[in-house]
Protein backbone atom coordinates (compact mmCIF):
# COMPACT_ATOMS: atom_id res chain seq x y z
CA UNK A 1 0.00 0.00 0.00
CA UNK A 2 1.29 3.31 -1.31
CA UNK A 3 1.13 5.81 1.44
CA UNK A 4 1.99 8.98 -0.21
CA UNK A 5 1.28 9.20 -4.35
CA UNK A 6 3.67 11.43 -6.13
CA UNK A 7 2.62 12.78 -9.67
CA UNK A 8 3.90 13.50 -12.51
CA UNK A 9 6.19 10.76 -12.82
CA UNK A 10 8.51 13.02 -15.29
CA UNK A 11 8.03 16.53 -15.88
CA UNK A 12 9.78 18.83 -19.19
CA UNK A 13 9.51 22.21 -18.50
CA UNK A 14 11.39 24.92 -20.34
CA UNK A 15 13.74 27.06 -18.87
CA UNK A 16 12.45 30.50 -16.75
CA UNK A 17 8.82 28.58 -16.07
CA UNK A 18 7.50 26.99 -13.18
CA UNK A 19 7.80 23.45 -12.81
CA UNK A 20 5.00 21.58 -10.32
CA UNK A 21 4.74 18.79 -8.15
CA UNK A 22 2.09 17.09 -6.43
CA UNK A 23 1.98 14.79 -3.48
CA UNK A 24 -0.97 13.14 -1.72
CA UNK A 25 -0.61 11.01 1.69
CA UNK A 26 -3.33 8.74 3.26
CA UNK A 27 -2.16 8.51 6.93
CA UNK A 28 -3.04 11.43 9.22
CA UNK A 29 -0.41 11.12 12.13
CA UNK A 30 2.04 11.97 9.13
CA UNK A 31 3.96 15.51 10.98
CA UNK A 32 6.63 16.37 8.84
CA UNK A 33 7.16 16.63 4.60
CA UNK A 34 10.54 16.93 3.29
CA UNK A 35 11.08 16.98 -0.60
CA UNK A 36 14.34 15.23 -1.34
CA UNK A 37 15.76 16.52 -4.47
CA UNK A 38 18.95 13.47 -6.47
CA UNK A 39 20.98 13.98 -8.94
CA UNK A 40 22.74 10.42 -10.39
CA UNK A 41 24.93 8.79 -8.59
CA UNK A 42 24.17 10.91 -5.31
CA UNK A 43 22.19 10.41 -2.35
CA UNK A 44 18.66 12.60 -1.86
CA UNK A 45 19.60 15.46 -0.23
CA UNK A 46 16.94 17.46 1.63
CA UNK A 47 15.45 20.70 -0.38
CA UNK A 48 12.68 21.79 1.51
CA UNK A 49 10.69 20.96 4.38
CA UNK A 50 6.58 22.09 5.90
CA UNK A 51 5.03 20.85 8.93
CA UNK A 52 1.49 20.43 8.73
CA UNK A 53 0.23 23.54 10.78
CA UNK A 54 1.49 25.90 8.04
CA UNK A 55 -0.29 26.07 4.79
CA UNK A 56 2.55 27.58 2.46
CA UNK A 57 6.93 27.53 3.34
CA UNK A 58 9.01 29.67 0.62
CA UNK A 59 12.80 29.66 0.50
CA UNK A 60 14.41 31.29 -2.56
CA UNK A 61 12.79 29.51 -5.79
CA UNK A 62 10.77 26.82 -4.31
CA UNK A 63 7.90 27.16 -2.06
CA UNK A 64 5.79 24.13 -0.86
CA UNK A 65 1.82 24.35 -0.73
CA UNK A 66 0.24 22.32 1.96
CA UNK A 67 -3.14 21.69 2.34
CA UNK A 68 -4.30 19.97 5.22
CA UNK A 69 -7.74 19.12 4.89
CA UNK A 70 -7.17 17.02 1.37
CA UNK A 71 -4.07 16.00 2.80
CA UNK A 72 -1.74 17.49 -0.46
CA UNK A 73 0.94 19.17 -1.08
CA UNK A 74 2.95 19.91 -3.58
CA UNK A 75 6.41 21.85 -4.54
CA UNK A 76 6.38 24.81 -6.92
CA UNK A 77 9.96 26.17 -8.47
CA UNK A 78 9.95 29.06 -10.13
CA UNK A 79 12.42 30.66 -12.80
CA UNK A 80 13.56 26.74 -13.21
CA UNK A 81 16.83 26.07 -14.16
CA UNK A 82 18.76 23.26 -16.24
CA UNK A 83 20.80 22.75 -12.60
CA UNK A 84 17.31 21.92 -11.37
CA UNK A 85 16.92 19.01 -13.58
CA UNK A 86 16.90 16.05 -11.23
CA UNK A 87 14.67 13.72 -9.11
CA UNK A 88 12.80 14.77 -6.87
CA UNK A 89 10.80 13.07 -3.96
CA UNK A 90 8.11 14.11 -1.78
CA UNK A 91 8.16 12.30 1.66
CA UNK A 92 6.36 12.60 4.73
CA UNK A 93 7.14 11.18 8.65
CA UNK A 94 5.59 9.18 10.92
CA UNK A 95 4.18 11.10 14.60
CA UNK A 96 7.25 9.06 15.83
CA UNK A 97 9.62 12.07 15.52
CA UNK A 98 11.78 10.30 12.95
CA UNK A 99 11.73 6.38 15.25
CA UNK A 100 9.07 5.56 12.34
CA UNK A 101 11.69 6.51 9.39
CA UNK A 102 10.25 8.65 6.09
CA UNK A 103 7.39 6.87 3.32
CA UNK A 104 8.84 8.09 -0.03
CA UNK A 105 6.74 9.11 -3.10
CA UNK A 106 8.10 7.22 -6.00
CA UNK A 107 9.75 10.56 -7.39
CA UNK A 108 9.50 13.33 -10.25
CA UNK A 109 12.02 13.29 -12.57
CA UNK A 110 12.50 17.06 -13.93
CA UNK A 111 14.09 17.85 -16.98
CA UNK A 112 14.64 21.72 -17.57
CA UNK A 113 15.24 22.47 -21.51
CA UNK A 114 17.58 25.33 -21.92
CA UNK B 1 30.39 16.43 1.61
CA UNK B 2 26.80 15.40 3.72
CA UNK B 3 28.23 13.76 6.62
CA UNK B 4 27.15 10.59 6.30
CA UNK B 5 29.45 8.51 4.45
CA UNK B 6 28.80 4.75 3.18
CA UNK B 7 31.07 2.43 1.89
CA UNK B 8 31.90 1.20 -0.62
CA UNK B 9 30.33 2.68 -3.21
CA UNK B 10 29.86 -0.28 -5.58
CA UNK B 11 30.02 -3.80 -5.06
CA UNK B 12 29.18 -6.75 -7.06
CA UNK B 13 28.81 -10.16 -4.94
CA UNK B 14 27.38 -13.37 -6.13
CA UNK B 15 24.70 -15.03 -4.68
CA UNK B 16 26.70 -17.46 -2.28
CA UNK B 17 28.78 -15.07 -1.09
CA UNK B 18 29.03 -12.65 1.95
CA UNK B 19 29.37 -8.92 2.40
CA UNK B 20 29.22 -5.65 4.36
CA UNK B 21 28.00 -2.95 3.76
CA UNK B 22 29.49 0.27 6.14
CA UNK B 23 27.50 3.52 7.34
CA UNK B 24 28.83 6.27 8.96
CA UNK B 25 27.90 9.77 10.31
CA UNK B 26 29.41 12.64 11.75
CA UNK B 27 26.59 14.69 12.56
CA UNK B 28 26.10 13.57 16.16
CA UNK B 29 22.65 12.04 15.32
CA UNK B 30 21.04 9.50 17.58
CA UNK B 31 19.20 7.51 14.98
CA UNK B 32 20.16 5.96 12.01
CA UNK B 33 18.15 4.39 8.89
CA UNK B 34 18.72 1.54 5.42
CA UNK B 35 16.82 2.45 2.48
CA UNK B 36 16.56 0.58 -0.43
CA UNK B 37 16.18 2.33 -3.78
CA UNK B 38 15.34 -0.06 -6.76
CA UNK B 39 14.23 1.84 -10.46
CA UNK B 40 10.68 2.83 -10.45
CA UNK B 41 10.12 2.35 -6.61
CA UNK B 42 9.73 4.66 -3.85
CA UNK B 43 12.48 4.35 -1.47
CA UNK B 44 11.70 1.53 1.18
CA UNK B 45 12.75 1.92 4.71
CA UNK B 46 14.11 -1.06 6.10
CA UNK B 47 15.50 -0.41 9.47
CA UNK B 48 15.34 2.00 11.76
CA UNK B 49 18.25 2.68 14.91
CA UNK B 50 16.91 4.84 17.62
CA UNK B 51 19.49 5.27 20.53
CA UNK B 52 21.14 2.12 18.87
CA UNK B 53 18.16 0.21 19.55
CA UNK B 54 16.37 -1.40 16.38
CA UNK B 55 12.96 -0.06 16.15
CA UNK B 56 12.10 -0.85 12.83
CA UNK B 57 11.73 -3.77 10.96
CA UNK B 58 10.00 -3.83 7.51
CA UNK B 59 9.35 -7.26 6.33
CA UNK B 60 12.88 -7.40 5.39
CA UNK B 61 14.13 -10.54 4.52
CA UNK B 62 16.68 -12.08 7.18
CA UNK B 63 19.54 -12.36 4.23
CA UNK B 64 19.67 -8.88 5.48
CA UNK B 65 21.05 -8.33 8.96
CA UNK B 66 21.81 -5.07 10.60
CA UNK B 67 24.80 -4.21 13.17
CA UNK B 68 24.69 -0.75 15.57
CA UNK B 69 27.63 -0.72 17.19
CA UNK B 70 27.39 3.13 18.25
CA UNK B 71 25.31 6.09 17.41
CA UNK B 72 27.92 6.55 14.27
CA UNK B 73 28.40 3.25 12.74
CA UNK B 74 25.88 1.23 11.07
CA UNK B 75 26.45 -1.98 8.83
CA UNK B 76 24.19 -3.68 7.04
CA UNK B 77 25.77 -7.78 6.71
CA UNK B 78 24.37 -9.60 3.15
CA UNK B 79 24.03 -13.39 3.13
CA UNK B 80 22.85 -15.36 0.13
CA UNK B 81 21.21 -12.87 -1.26
CA UNK B 82 19.15 -13.10 -4.66
CA UNK B 83 19.13 -10.69 -8.05
CA UNK B 84 15.99 -9.21 -7.27
CA UNK B 85 18.56 -7.62 -4.34
CA UNK B 86 20.50 -5.15 -6.80
CA UNK B 87 19.61 -1.95 -5.85
CA UNK B 88 20.94 1.62 -4.24
CA UNK B 89 20.94 0.84 -0.55
CA UNK B 90 20.96 4.00 1.24
CA UNK B 91 22.09 4.84 4.56
CA UNK B 92 20.48 8.33 6.71
CA UNK B 93 21.14 9.70 10.16
CA UNK B 94 18.88 12.12 11.90
CA UNK B 95 18.01 13.50 15.23
CA UNK B 96 14.41 12.20 16.56
CA UNK B 97 11.56 14.93 17.10
CA UNK B 98 11.66 18.47 16.12
CA UNK B 99 12.26 20.19 12.70
CA UNK B 100 15.00 17.39 12.09
CA UNK B 101 15.99 16.13 8.29
CA UNK B 102 17.60 13.47 7.77
CA UNK B 103 20.76 13.23 5.85
CA UNK B 104 21.22 10.65 3.52
CA UNK B 105 25.01 9.06 2.52
CA UNK B 106 25.64 8.45 -1.82
CA UNK B 107 24.79 5.00 -1.35
CA UNK B 108 26.29 1.38 -1.93
CA UNK B 109 25.07 0.20 -5.47
CA UNK B 110 24.59 -3.36 -5.27
CA UNK B 111 24.98 -5.88 -8.11
CA UNK B 112 24.06 -9.75 -7.41
CA UNK B 113 24.59 -12.01 -9.90
Known amino acids: QQQVKQSPQSLIVQKGGISIINCAYENTAFDYFPWYQQFPGKGPALLIAIRPDVSEKKEGRFTISFNKSAKQFSLHIMDSQPGDSATYFCAARGGGGGADGLTFGKGTHLIIQP | ETGVTQTPRHLVMGMTNKKSLKCEQH?????MYWYKQSAKKPLELMFV???????ENNSVPSRFSPECPNSSHLFLHLHTLQPEDSALYLC????????????FGQGTRLTVV
Open chain 2, 27 to 31: LGHNA
Open chain 2, 92 to 103: ASSQLGGNTEAF
Open chain 2, 49 to 55: YSLEERV
